[in-house]
């Protein structure tokens, strides 16, 4: 069973950062892809980004593209969101992911064998 620590999150003004971690444990093998997904007040949870085990490949919902960074540690089991020029539609609870299967699309929420949740983090983006 894997455990999933996010934190980071707060209460930022529009163009500010933040950066967002995402603690691992009780993981005993590799996983496929870690990623971030955020949900809005009567929205749905969407996808914002993901990166593969190896940290090769990144992926990025273009609402956020050019403006955060996926990357991780894995010797600390740690993935990071650095999120820069915030804007106030920014603003959700941040979701870390870990999939241990390469099964379905890397954005879609759809829970599927070896998915793992966190319970999330706040970020606030005020204008």
């Known amino acids: 069973q894997v455990q999933l620590v996010e934190s980071g999150g707060g209460l930022v003004q529009a163009g500010g950062s933040l950066r967002l971690s995402c603690a691992a444990s009780?993981?005993?093998?590799?996983?496929?892809?870690m990623g971030w997904f955020r949900q809005a007040p009567g929205k749905e949870r969407e996808f914002v980004s993901a990166i593969s085990w190896s940290g090769g490949s990144t992926y990025y919902a273009d609402s956020v593209k050019g403006r955060f960074t996926i990357s991780r540690d894995n010797a600390k089991n740690t993935v990071y969101l650095q999120m820069n020029s915030l804007k106030p539609e920014d603003t959700a609870v941040y979701y870390c992911r870990d999939r241990k299967y390469n099964l379905g699309t890397i954005n879609s929420t759809t829970q599927r064998p070896g998915d793992y949740w966190g319970q999330g983090t706040q970020v606030t983006v005020s204008s």
């Open positions: 009780g993981r005993t093998s590799s996983s496929y892809t």
